[in-house]
């Protein structure tokens, strides 16, 4: 079974940089192949990887809802489209989940789904799900464990506020999750202390803080993924730091 670490946290914490900085982590460790998954609705793990996507699993149910190819049985066609909707790259590759797009059930298209991502999953070492806040993408890989959930909040009281929310959703869907750590992305020295305070208020465990680094800003702004920051950004060299003390 490949290890599997989940990220979620509310829009704007920076969770989808710190889901690539730890697929770059995973395979400068050698814990390869990884599966990097854009679970969240908003979709733009690609852009922080440097990769393109073409066609979404999102896309796959909607086509199955308007009919099959004469010839192909509907799990003949999802295996298809989850092949076709793999993006790969040297030691890792994305796949994204997307939004379904109109009324109706997807119930059907949901299960195949599952299924055939389940066969996915195993063929990888590890697995990084970026999810939204919801949790609902997560929810539905009921047959893989989460190990590990990494909850993002940026500096702020309403962030951690909402940390606090994710990790109690979590417990209410009875996501099976192996820990869950909390990170303060985003964070100025000055505050770390009381934001740290705050944490433990809504009783999180606070795995690690990264602090605010103008090198992320200029790469967002300049539409370089982030997953090419150098080992001396102030960023990578807090998030290597935390993933150490996961992983070893």
């Known amino acids: 079974m490949p290890y599997c670490i989940g990220l979620a946290g509310k829009g704007g914490t920076g969770k989808t940089t710190i889901a690539g900085l730890l697929v770059k982590y995973l395979v400068e460790k050698k814990r390869i192949p990884v599966l990097a998954v854009d679970a969240d609705s908003n979709a733009n793990f690609n852009e922080v990887l440097g990769l393109k996507v073409e066609e979404t699993l999102g896309d796959a149910r909607e086509e199955m809802k308007k ?10 066609f999802m295996e298809m489209k989850l092949e076709q909707a793999v993006v790969e790259a040297e030691d890792f590759d994305l796949i994204v989940m997307g939004r379904p797009e109109g009324a109706g059930c997807y119930c059907a ?24 806040a919801g949790m609902e993408h997560i929810s539905r890989l009921t047959t893989n464990n989460i190990d590990i959930l990494l909850i993002i909040s ?13 990790s109690e959703l979590t417990d ?9 750590l909390f990170i303060i992305n985003q964070v100025r020295e000055e505050r770390k202390d009381d934001l740290i305070k705050v944490a433990e208020e ?32 102030n960023a ?7 993933f150490n003390n996961i992983f070893y």
Not at 203 to 223: C, Q, W
Not at 236 to 242: G, L, P, S, V
Request: negative net charge; proline residues 2%; aromatic residues 6%.
């Open 67 to 76: 009919g099959v190819a004469t010839g192909m049985t509907k799990d003949v």
């Open 109 to 132: 298209a949901n299960t195949l789904l599952t299924q055939y991502l389940s066969r996915l999953i195993d063929n990888y070492t590890s697995v990084v799900i970026d999810n939204e």
């Open 154 to 166: 940026d500096a702020s009281r309403r962030g951690i506020l909402s940390a606090a929310r994710i």
């Open 172 to 180: 209410e869907l009875g996501v099976r999750i192996g820990k869950k």
């Open 202 to 233: 809504f009783g999180l465990d606070v795995a690690g803080i990264i602090p605010e680094d103008k090198n992320v800003r200029d790469f967002d702004l300049r539409g370089i993924p982030t997953i090419n920051l150098e080992k001396e950004s």
């Open 236 to 242: 990578i060299k807090a998030a290597y730091e935390i």
